[in-house]
């Protein structure tokens, strides 16, 4: 799995701002990547890691781009390290139930 900063830096701006600016565009991104870590044969502990990996990216590197990303953003500031596991096991439910 590709470190997200470096996945980002290879992102354009333009692309960037399509998938943070809409929630839902945000969750079926992120749906997309499961499925594809799934493919793959990532298990849950795998791909919770790998969104662990993308909301600490996110939450040092990215500004929220709508509502629903500020809460989680505070949600994940707020967390410690075992509160963060289990935001990002959710994140992985909710995207695996988007697409």
Same mark, same amino acid.
């Given at each position: 799995m590709?470190?997200?900063k470096e996945q980002a830096a290879q992102m354009n701006e333009e692309k960037k701002d399509e998938i943070m600016s809409n929630f839902q565009t945000f969750k079926d991104y992120l749906g997309d990547k499961v499925h594809k870590g799934e493919k793959l044969g990532l298990g849950e502990e795998g791909l919770t890691k790998g969104a662990k990996r993308v909301a600490d990216y996110l939450a040092e590197y990215e500004e929220p781009r709508n509502? /629903? /990303?500020k809460v989680l953003n505070e949600l994940w500031n707020a967390a410690d390290n075992n509160e963060r596991e289990h935001i990002a096991h959710a994140l992985v439910k909710m995207a695996d139930q988007t697409n």
């Open positions: 590709k470190d997200p509502r /629903e /990303e």
